[in-house]
């Protein structure tokens, strides 16, 4: 009886009502993952151009479902963004990151990394406690403020938001901001002048076209420009070939991140700076 009403209900729902049913159980279930430590971090390595030594990681969230297997955050932080559990799960994101980071240089000294990245998303920036929240985590990792970046997008600061003053707030503790993602959002470059930025992230979109014949060097091309004049960094985001990689370097471009240089992994293999460093 009760398979025969189970399918009637799916007889009758709209697609909508199977959306939100699917959104609600994929938000109970991320309560329960955050319980029973179902998410882990990765970290991708940001290189130096040409050599590829690792200059920085950025952390990135893993859920493995025990039923379903991964699940892409792609899918699951936006619910966790509409139903809230992105405070949760942020702060324990950004702790977990701060002691591994912190581990990181105890152990490896000048092989570690200068930089971890660690995304905000738009909920945890608007709110009035989160730069507290980053102080508290480098306080109890013993990370220095300024081996941290924050990640945040252009369309979760908006001028006069209140995410804008929690970007002056973690830039006073001295925590470096990129901008993610950047050319795809809504906002202006004059954002670039309100709000204190330090890193451009350059998104993949202009780098997938970058070896394409015609114009398609144009927007990376202005955006290592920009990013040179205004006194920030540059990171190239997604590059995935050698010519990709070529490319970049010849217009000028110092940092990339990508499938070619490596993927989010536990542990990153940082020997290779120790390799680099002998290097002449
Ligand atoms: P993002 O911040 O732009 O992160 C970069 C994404 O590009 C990552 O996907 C990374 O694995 C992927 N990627 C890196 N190199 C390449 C490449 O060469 N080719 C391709 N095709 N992809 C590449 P991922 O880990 O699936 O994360 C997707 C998005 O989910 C992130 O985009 C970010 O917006 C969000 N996200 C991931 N982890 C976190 C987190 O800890 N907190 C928050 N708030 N958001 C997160
Ligand atoms: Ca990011
Ligand atoms: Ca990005
Ligand atoms: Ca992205």
Redo the contacts with the bound molecule.
């Keep these: 009886a009760a398979k025969t009403s189970g399918e009637t209900c799916r007889w009758y729902a709209t697609e909508l009502d199977q959306q939100a049913g699917e959104e609600a159980r994929l938000g109970a279930e991320l309560r329960t993952a955050l319980d029973s430590g179902q998410f882990r971090l990765v970290y991708?390595p940001i290189v130096e151009l040409p050599h590829g030594r690792i200059k920085a990681v950025?952390?990135?969230?893993r859920w493995d479902h025990p039923e379903r297997g991964f699940i892409?955050?792609?899918d699951f932080?936006p619910v966790a963004e509409r139903n809230g559990l992105?405070m949760e799960l942020?702060a324990w994101?950004l702790r977990e990151a701060c002691h591994q980071a912190s581990r990181w240089y105890a152990e490896l000294g000048d092989v570690a990394p200068e930089h971890i990245s660690?995304?905000?998303?738009a909920r945890q920036l608007a709110h009035r406690g989160f730069a507290a929240l980053v102080a508290s985590a480098l306080e109890d990792s013993g990370l220095s403020a300024t081996r941290l970046t924050i990640?945040v997008t252009e369309t979760a600061v908006f001028e006069g938001g209140p995410a804008v003053d929690t970007l002056h707030r973690l830039h006073d503790l001295g925590v470096r901001i990129a901008l993610?993602?950047f050319g795809t959002g809504h906002s202006s470059l004059g954002l670039l002048q309100t709000v204190p930025v330090d890193v451009l992230k350059v998104d993949?979109s202009f780098v997938d076209t970058i070896t394409m014949a015609g114009r398609h060097a144009v927007i990376a091309t202005a955006l290592i420009q920009v990013a040179d004049g205004l006194g920030l960094t540059a990171v190239a985001?997604?590059?995935?070939t050698a010519e990709q990689a070529a490319e970049l370097e010849r217009l000028g471009y110092r940092l990339a991140?990508?499938?070619?240089f490596g993927i989010?992994e536990a542990q990153p293999d940082f020997r290779r700076n120790r390799e680099s460093a002998v290097d002449p």
């Design positions: 991708q950025e952390t990135l969230v892409s955050p792609v932080i992105i942020g994101i660690v995304n905000a998303s990640e993610d993602d993949k985001e997604g590059v995935e991140q990508g499938y070619y989010p």
